[in-house]
């Protein structure tokens, strides 16, 4: 299990705050040093992704998949194996 980390308040340390901004922002860990020697690594945390968006379902009339609404109708593609060629129909811009 791991152990909780300590926090340290940085905002009343305005070098130490401009350091850990610098790492935050660079996103890339940065080792402390004294005399030549290694003293802390500062690593930047990693911030939580936003979540993603959920698609509403809706076709919009720009979406390539509109001129597929009543397809049904007509005759249907007699060849499945031209699928890939009746997709990239669908998904071509109609200014080509």
Do not use: C
């Not at 305005?14 to 080792?31: D, H, K, M, Q, Y």
């Amino acid at each position: 299990m791991a152990r909780a980390h300590r926090t340290i308040d940085v905002s009343a340390v305005p070098e130490l705050l401009r350091i850990v901004n610098e790492v935050s922002e660079s996103g890339e860990s940065l080792i402390l040093t004294s005399a030549n020697q290694e003293l802390a690594v500062l690593t930047p945390v990693k911030r939580a992704r936003p979540l993603r968006q959920r698609k509403t379902g809706i076709i919009m009339p720009d979406d390539a998949l509109w001129k597929l609404v009543g397809a049904a109708t007509e005759a249907p593609p007699t060849d499945a194996s031209r699928k890939h060629e009746y997709l990239a129909e669908a998904y071509t811009p109609r200014d080509q």
